[in-house]
């Protein structure tokens, strides 16, 4: 498969803080199998395998990974690895994916579901805090009523336009997880960004 580029932004790799950190390893189970993807230098891999059972920490770039204080617990791989391409492993129970700009957040989806992977930790969708996601289907879109939405399958987040006195709290307040938003339907034109007043930077 002949992927393009990584864009620069994302292939920055940049540690979170301490309250980012916490809300991944609140998130996991002891007997988990976490894939990090983009792991950097494994500060979070390293905590995370203090947590879960098994912990597979990918990083592209050869030198983030030479940073990694040595020896790594027994229950840490780390792999020099590209998530776009490579395998995933079996048994992989959650991805922790920290990347704010990561622009391929759909492939990642699509490629953790195929492999039967249940949960995904991220801040990529929304470009701010972590969330845990369900990598079940979303609320089908056509089911979706007015407010804010993010999409389970490409990562689009934004909001549903309705006039001002239909509006109630609910519809400000909770954001609907959808399934086949029109970003995901987007055939390039970028004419199915059209439904979003907020794309969330994509």
């Known amino acids: 498969m002949m992927l393009p580029a990584l864009d620069p932004w994302e292939a920055r790799w940049a540690p979170y803080g301490d309250d980012d950190y916490a809300a991944v390893l609140a998130a996991l189970r002891t007997d988990d199998v976490v894939l990090d993807i983009g792991a950097g230098d494994l500060r979070l891999a390293r905590r995370m395998a203090r947590v879960a ?9 050869a030198d983030l990974l030479a940073r990694a204080q040595q020896p790594f617990p027994p229950n840490l791989l780390a792999q020099r690895a590209d998530a776009r391409v490579t395998p995933i492993p079996e048994g992989v129970t959650v991805a922790v994916l920290l990347m704010r700009h990561c622009q391929h957040y759909a492939l990642y989806v699509s490629r953790l579901r195929a492999a039967g992977c249940v949960r995904l930790i991220t801040n990529a969708r929304w470009g701010m805090g972590v969330e845990i996601i369900p990598l079940t289907p979303g609320l089908p879109w056509d089911e979706a009523g007015p407010g804010w939405y993010a999409c389970r399958r490409c990562g689009a987040v934004g909001f549903i336009e309705t006039a001002a006195e ?7 307040a909770v954001v609907q997880d959808v399934e086949g938003c029109p970003a995901c339907q987007d055939d390039g034109s970028g004419l199915g960004l059209i439904y979003n007043s907020f794309d969330g930077g994509k």
């Open 53 to 61: 059972r098994r912990v597979i920490a990918w990083e592209m770039q």
């Open 166 to 172: 239909t509006l109630d709290d609910r519809a400000i």
